[in-house]
């Protein structure tokens, strides 16, 4: 079998969006084939993109077990962490977060996760890191989307003036 197939056929399969299709695909290339990390992350961000925490960290572990200390695989510690966190793994998000600070403290996404780490404390409030905001807002809707639509109700996001932002959101 083609391992270099495979892989092309599942990458195709997830841009489309099936996830079934491209977890087949990569079922049939041996673990042993594959060298880097790059496609277990694949799959991993497609499963957490549809609220499918569990088997997305377990995609995510998988490339981390292809380079676990190298800086360029620092995004399977982040993307694993939020799987994590948003399953209420919270001590072993914070091992990842952790981890990911210790690989790349000046990656793309330092700042996220020292907001996340700082959040994690007790006592400490809320974040104040916009990005994060809004991929909370996106994570929440997609969580309520396919009850509202069963049960006919729209949903919609409201705008909070600059003023109240601050206190209110």
């Not at 929440?140 to 509202?148: H, N, R, S």
């Not at 003023?163 to 209110?168: N, Q």
Request: hydrophobic share 35%.
């Amino acid at each position: 079998e083609d391992t270099n197939s495979w892989l092309i056929i599942a990458q195709i399969a997830l841009q489309k969006g099936n996830l079934e299709e491209g977890k087949a695909a990569m079922e049939k290339v041996p673990e042993e084939k594959i060298t880097e990390p790059g496609p277990y992350l694949n799959m991993g961000i497609n499963y957490y993109n549809k609220n499918r925490g569990a088997e997305a960290e377990q995609w995510f572990t998988k490339a981390i077990a292809k380079a676990p200390d190298s800086p360029d695989n620092a995004d399977a510690y982040y993307y694993r962490g939020l799987a994590r966190y948003a399953e209420k793994h919270a001590e072993d998000a914070k091992a990842d977060f952790e981890k990911y600070l210790q690989i790349a403290p000046t990656g793309p996404n330092a700042d996220t996760v020292k907001e996340l780490l700082n959040s994690m404390k007790p006592g400490k409030p809320a974040h104040k890191n916009i990005a994060l905001a809004r991929s909370q807002v996106r994570d929440g809707i997609a969580e309520l989307l396919d009850y509202a639509r069963d049960a006919r109700v729209p949903l919609a996001i409201e705008p909070l003036h600059p003023m109240y932002a601050a206190d209110r959101a």
